[in-house]
């Protein structure tokens, strides 16, 4: 049974730094698409970031690219989102999310329409 269970967010000052994991199972990591998406209230989802099949390339929404870093460790089924200079508006709840193809390439702003995600966690940012 495919699963993505993400790691406890928190609250981080502006300009801080968190690092979000998503432990996944019951799929192979290095061979689907995977990917960061969030949602702030009243707002819609988001994509922040991918990685293609094979790890061949890892793309960025425009509003994260040089902030965000975004890696996988096919050995232990993890994947991260290393999140840097963070900004009130990057409040939200971050989902992690598969989805079970094979791409050579990935777009961000896809990832909220990935077929399955985790439970979400909540990330705030504010001083």
């Known amino acids: 049974q495919l699963q993505l269970v993400e790691s406890e967010g928190g609250l981080v000052q502006p300009g801080g730094s968190l690092r979000l994991s998503c432990a996944t199972s019951?799929?192979?990591?290095?061979?689907?698409?995977i990917g960061w998406f969030r949602q702030a209230p009243g707002k819609e989802r988001e994509g922040v970031s991918c990685i293609s099949s094979k790890g061949d390339a890892t793309n960025y929404a425009a509003s994260v690219k040089g902030r965000f870093t975004m890696a996988k460790d096919t050995a232990n089924n993890m994947v991260y989102l290393q999140m840097n200079n963070l900004k009130p508006e990057d409040t939200a709840v971050y989902y992690c999310?598969?989805?079970?193809?094979?791409?050579?390439?990935?777009?961000?702003?896809?990832?909220?329409?990935?077929?399955?995600r985790g439970q979400g966690t909540q990330v705030t940012v504010a001083s």
């Open positions: 019951g799929f192979n990591l290095d061979y689907y698409l």
């Open positions: 999310a598969v989805d079970p193809t094979v791409h050579v390439m990935c777009d961000p702003n896809l990832t909220p329409e990935y077929d399955y």
